[in-house]
């Protein structure tokens, strides 16, 4: 068990700590699940349930990461921001939940 912890350990400085926050993660769920189609501000603000200031910002850090794209496009006569994940947040996106996934696999099995 100690083992798998210290494996769990070293994984985790393979990751990006900057994406470890929950808007984050849920920003590139999302976009993941659209599959590399654009979602508009307003959706994401709507779905994921999220303040205008806490959505604004982690958007701009993920697009500073490079893990999300935007791009401004005319919806009803309205100019709007939509995003999209990337390949680089792809890869991020899948190796973060990989780990987390491991990670509380290998720490479930110690409690029992």
């Known amino acids: 068990m100690v083992l798998n912890s210290l494996k769990s350990v070293k994984g985790a ?3 990006d700590s900057k994406l470890f926050s929950l808007p984050r993660l849920q920003i590139l769920s999302a976009l ?3 599959g590399g189609e654009y979602a ?3 959706d994401l603000k709507a779905g994921l349930e999220l303040n205008d200031g806490i959505l604004f910002f982690n958007l701009q850090a993920l697009e500073r990461m490079s893990y999300i794209g935007k791009r401004e496009e005319e919806f009803q006569g ?3 921001d939509a995003y999209c994940i990337t390949l680089e947040g792809i890869d991020a996106f899948k190796k ?3 780990w987390v996934k491991d990670f509380s696999k290998e720490n ?3 409690i029992k």
């Open 13 to 15: 400085k393979e990751l």
């Open 32 to 34: 993941y699940l659209l």
């Open 40 to 42: 508009f501000y307003r």
């Open 78 to 80: 309205k100019k709007m």
């Open 96 to 98: 973060t939940i990989s």
């Open 108 to 110: 479930a099995e110690g």
